[in-house]
T-cell receptor
Framework: DTGVSQDPRHKITKRGQNVTFRCDPISEHNRLYWYRQTLGQGPEFLTYFQNEAQLEKSRLLSDRFSAERPKGSFSTLEIQRTEQGDSAMYLC????????????FGSGTRLTVV | KQEVTQIPAALSVPEGENLVLNCSFTDSAIYNLQWFRQDPGKGLTSLLLIQSSQREQTSGRLNASLDKSSGRSTLYIAASQPGDSATYLCAVPDPGGATNKLIFGTGTLLAVQP
């Protein structure tokens, strides 16, 4: 088990382009979360998957954002028509079912929109 | 709505000092509390997970306490080292929903001077 993997580590894109990030959770974890973190702030919740079902989306997740988790394994987060305000660290986390389990986070994807 | 506050926002100490980081939360109906470490530009590394039924949790030079009724947790770092320099974040699962999404504080930026 290599933990939670995120790809790419860094992404620089021009405003208006589409970007897609990938997260591979720990294999036995059925719960997967995406968070966004801007400089000097704590991570903020974006969306949650239980297996392949997307069960909650934050108000932060505008209609330019879409996330999927086909077959309940890896997940992708796509941002369409990127804006400079989308520049942030995008973090993925996974955990097993059960209230007492902690979260394991990936190394994040740093997005810079120029 | 759960809110998490961390004090101080930044802390600078000489090597070898013992130090305490503080975390407070507004809704005491939590399952657990998790402390994380974040190095600049990196993801989150879990340090300690303390369950609501526990008062303390220890790992090496780290000790986390939890006083659920007063909505407080502390992270004690003994004999600090320059390698401890990082941002420390505390987080609790949102008690208001079924997703257990984490609510984070804004972190304490720790600098340990050699």
């Amino acid at each position: 088990d290599t933990g939670v993997s995120q790809d790419p580590r860094h992404k620089i894109t021009k405003r208006g382009q589409n970007v897609t990030f990938r997260c591979d959770p720990i294999s036995e974890h059925n719960r997967l979360y995406w968070y966004r973190q801007t400089l000097g702030q704590g991570p903020e919740f974006l969306t949650y998957f239980q297996n392949e079902a997307q069960l909650e989306k934050s108000r932060l997740l505008s209609d330019r954002f879409s996330a999927e988790r086909p077959k309940g394994s890896f997940s992708t987060l796509e941002i369409q028509r990127t804006e400079q305000g989308d520049s942030a660290m995008y973090l993925c986390a996974s955990r097993p079912t059960g209230a007492n389990y902690g979260y394991t986070f990936g190394s994040g994807t740093r997005l810079t929109v120029v | 709505k759960q809110e998490v506050t961390q004090i101080p926002a930044a802390l600078s100490v000489p090597e070898g000092e013992n130090l305490v980081l503080n975390c407070s939360f507004t809704d005491s109906a939590i399952y657990n509390l998790q402390w994380f470490r974040q190095d600049p530009g990196k993801g989150l590394t879990s340090l300690l997970l303390i369950q609501s039924s526990q008062r303390e949790q220890t790992s090496g030079r780290l000790n986390a306490s939890l006083d659920k009724s007063s909505g407080r947790s502390t992270l004690y770092i003994a004999a600090s080292q320059p390698g401890d320099s990082a941002t420390y974040l505390c987080a609790v699962p949102d008690p208001g929903g079924a997703t257990n999404k984490l609510i984070f504080g804004t972190g304490t930026l720790l600098a340990v001077q050699p």
